[in-house]
Structures are given as C-alpha cells and as structure tokens.
C-alpha cells in the first residue's frame, strides 16, 4: 500500500491531492511504528520474565539447600534431644530409687537416735545432762525435717508420688496436727486453736495432712504473740480450709517468692525446729500434684491467712475427739508386755531403753526366727510395735498375724516405717493395725501406746 502511494505520489496531482495522500501514507507509518513498537515492548517483557524466571529458580535453589541443612540440624537436635530426655529419664528413674532407699536407711539411724535422746532427757540425771541431751534432741529434729522436706520435694519431682483420693474427715485431721504442734506453740507463749468441723473433704490424707501442718508448722515460727487458728468454711462445692495467724504479714513484693525453695522472712524465729524455707513449696507442690488451690491474704502487721480450697467430701459427725484423748492417755504404760520386732540392733537397743524407762515389760525380736521362739516359750504380749520392713523381704504385717494367730487374740499393733506411701498406709489399716512413720516422736508413740492399751 505505501508503494502504491508513493507511485501514486509521482503522478501528476493536484497539490492538495498530494498533501491529503501524504498525510495517509504519514499515519500508516506511524500506525506501522506503533506496532514494531509494542512488538518489542512485548519481546522485552518476555525476556525480562525470562530473566525473572532465571532469578527466581536460583533462589528458590538456594532456600532449598538452607531447607536441607536446616532439617538435618533440625533431626540431629532431636537426635540429642531424644538422647538427653532418655538419660535424664534413667537419672530421674535412679535418683527415685536412690531417695526411696536413702530415705530409708537414713531415717532408720536417725529413728534410733531419737529414741534414745528422748530416753536421755527423761532420766533423772543433772541439769547440764539433760540440756545437752536437749539440744542433741532438738537437732536430731531439725535433720528428720530438713530429710523429710528433701525427700517430699525428690518424691515430687520424680512424680512418684501418687494421690490417693478419699474421704477425709478434716476434724480428725485438725485434732491430730494440734496434738503435735500445740508444744511448739506453748514454748513461745502461742494460743494455738481449731474450729470444730464436722466437714470432710476428698483428698489424699496424708498429702493433705503434710500440706496443713506445713501452714500451721509456718505460723508458728513467725509468729511472735498472739496466736494461731485452724479452721475450715464450707464454699459451695468446695472446703476452704484456713490456717490464721497474728504473725507480722507478708509484704506484697514478697508473695509469689515464698513459694519458691529455700525462701524465709526477715521475721523467721531460727529457733524452732526446721526453718530452711521448704515448707511453703512443698505446699505448692503437693497442691498442684492434688489439683487444690492455695490462696494468701495478709496484712502487714496484722497476720496473714493461708488457705487451701479442696473438693467437699459430706459431713462426718463424731462424738469422741480421738487426737485428745489420745493426748490426754499419754501415761500409764507402768507393766504394759511390749513386743518389739526390728532387724536393726541400734533400734531395738533404743527402743529398749525408752520402752523400759517408761516401766514396761520388753521383748525384742529380730525377725520371724526368734518370734517363733517366742510364741514356742508362751511370751505373753500387750501391744506389738513391728518395723514394717524385716529381713528376707518379710513383711512386719505377717509377724503381727503371726503372732495373733498363736495367741488367738487380735493384740493392739503399731506399725513403724519410713515408707510413707498411701499404699504401706492402707496395708496397716487393712490388717487393723496402726501405723507411725521414721523417725517416730516418742510423745507421740507413747501416745497411742496409752490410747491403744485403753481400748484393748
């Protein structure tokens, strides 16, 4: 078309003619032009995405390859990962067995040792003996709570420790924790009280016990005057039971800390028993392993409130206060025929001593050899008091059966261990036998010695 034009262009034409065809055959060709350069446009593009294209793979090669290096880093940490976990599951596994045996072996000496302290401070010997019998009692109490409070806290961590949930009577429970705390609180001039309740709870008894005398255990050594109140409020589906104290309070700033280990108050009285700052984390512990809350108000100056909050387990009306009856029984062992069985000499010649100075008739025995001696020579017995673990793997439960079998009488039993399981707890119980943990606090053995003989 644009050479016919130009043909065209050559002829012989009007002059207005030639501009008007000019200015067709100017347009074609940038119409032409036009389209040469959107083609190229089009060509650029393209290989500039080709080039894009080119880029982008190599980046995409190069992310692959960190890809790579970062998921074999990625499995060799879970390689050593796996590996730690499983050694530190076989240390988990050892120092369960090591605490569980050392607990054991450690509390058997220390059972023996305050047998025979105790023994001490009741003889008529002078003044300056018994002090210092006094003081070798009173740190033979620190070590069994400083051991109890490591063991608790290994136990816990280890997860060996598993609740075993009941009904709890929290009356009886309260009776019995004010047995044991009222003499501390009376050495500092302290009112120790409870509320009477007829309220139960479900819960571990002897984690929930552990938990509540730690809180009343606390008050005391921070409380200088006044007193200490125990007592239990019924909140729907739910016990709160609360230990109340004059004590100086607690700084806001200091509230989250108490509960770690090892943490005590400015105000602490280092003078009484125990006092390394494991009693509140034990709580804790033990709270978190029962899925119970712990709750804290206080008031500088004022007192302070712990309480724990525990699932309501009915109502349990008693008419005997057991725990002060008990207390109040705590004589009048004069002739009373006790049998001894422990496999552990130290313990046996303590236990001899203190059994004797309190005017009762002993026998000791070592294992079942020598019981059977005795059943064969007609030894008459009162009350047996039987280590839970003797010789050969038996148990001290076969020699109480074995025993009332001869004498055709269910005799009163104590049994006398450092296995604080629920399941030790529930053997004792189901062959009618009472049960005291190591190191034993002879107030306390005495104690249901007297309750136990009342009832035979």
């Known amino acids: ?72 880093r990625l499995e060799r940490t879970n390689d050593e990962l796996t590996t730690a976990r499983d050694v530190s599951e076989r240390a988990n596994r050892f120092k369960t067995r090591f605490f569980t045996a050392a607990g054991h072996d450690l509390l058997q000496p220390l059972h023996a040792a305050r047998l025979s302290a105790s023994a001490l401070v009741d003889q008529d010997s002078s003044e300056q003996q018994r002090r210092l019998a006094t003081r070798i009692e009173h740190a033979l109490t620190t070590v069994e709570e400083l051991l109890r409070s490591i063991l608790d806290i290994s136990k816990l961590e280890a997860g060996v420790i598993s609740p075993s949930v009941r009904i709890v009577p929290l009356g009886e429970v309260f009776a019995s924790l004010i047995v044991d705390i009222e003499p501390l609180a009376k050495a500092k001039g302290l009112d120790l009280r409870r509320r009477r309740t007829e309220l139960a709870v479900m819960s571990d008894p002897l984690m929930l016990r552990r938990m509540v005398q730690n809180l009343v255990a606390n008050a005391v050594q921070y409380t200088r005057s006044g007193g200490i109140m125990l007592a239990a409020r019924r909140r729907g589906s739910d016990v709160r039971i609360e230990v109340w104290d004059t004590g100086p309070g607690i700084p806001e ?57 525990v699932p309501f387990g009915g109502i349990v009306r008693y008419s005997v206060d057991t725990a002060a009856t008990t207390a109040a029984r705590a004589y009048g062992l004069t002739g009373a025929k006790v049998v001894v069985i422990d496999n552990d000499a ?111």
């Open 346 to 456: 130290s313990v046996l010649e303590a236990m001899q001593s203190l059994l004797e100075h309190w005017a009762c008739d002993v026998t000791l025995l070592r294992g079942l050899q020598e019981l059977d001696q005795t059943i064969a020579s007609g030894t008459r017995a009162d009350i047996l008091l039987v280590d839970y673990h003797l010789d050969g793997g038996t148990s001290g439960i076969t020699a109480i059966e074995r025993l009332r079998g001869a004498t055709g009488r269910t005799l009163p039993a104590i049994i006398i261990t450092a296995d604080h399981s629920a399941a030790t707890a529930d053997q004792a119980n189901a062959a009618n036998c009472q049960i005291l943990t190591k190191p034993v606090r002879p107030a306390e053995l005495r104690a249901l010695m007297s309750h136990l003989l009342a009832r035979a």
């Open 253 to 309: 700033t200091e509230r989250n800390r108490i509960f770690e280990e090892f943490q005590r108050g400015p105000e602490a009285d280092h003078a009484t028993e125990g006092g390394f700052g494991l009693g509140l984390s034990i709580v804790q512990r033990m709270s978190e392993a029962l899925g119970h809350s712990i709750g804290l108000c206080s008031r500088e100056g004022r007192g302070t409130r712990f309480s724990i909050t």
């Open 1 to 72: 078309m644009i050479e016919q034009l130009l043909e065209e262009l050559h002829a012989d034409l009007p002059p207005e003619e030639l501009e008007r065809r000019l200015t067709k055959v100017k347009k074609i060709t940038a119409a032409l032009m036009q389209r040469v350069e959107k083609s190229m446009d089009h060509q650029a593009n393209a290989y500039s995405l080709f080039q894009t294209a080119i880029t982008l793979e190599g980046q995409v090669r190069v992310r692959t390859e960190e890809l790579k290096t970062a998921l074999s």
